[in-house]
């Protein structure tokens, strides 16, 4: 994601993002509450692109073991 698209997210102009990131300025309390909640929709998402993931490759171990069992009957 850009600075210029990140901004768009959070109200605020590319090149206030690039300060936020180097540290040469601070959002305000109403870009904060966005930026803290754009970590916790980030994080959740993260949270459930692991559990997707866990489910396939459950899923692929499951087919896997009912082949390699079919193969020996």
Do not use: C
Not at 21 to 48: C, M, N, T, W
């Amino acid at each position: 994601m850009t600075q210029a698209e990140f901004g768009g997210l959070v109200n605020a102009h590319f090149v206030t993002v690039s300060k936020w990131e180097s540290d040469a300025a601070r959002p305000d309390h109403y870009q904060q509450g966005l930026l803290e909640r754009f970590a916790q929709v980030q994080e959740r998402k993260q949270i459930g692109d692991m559990a997707k993931g866990a489910l396939i490759t459950a899923g692929v171990i499951a087919a896997l073991l009912l082949l390699l069992n079919a193969g020996k009957k």
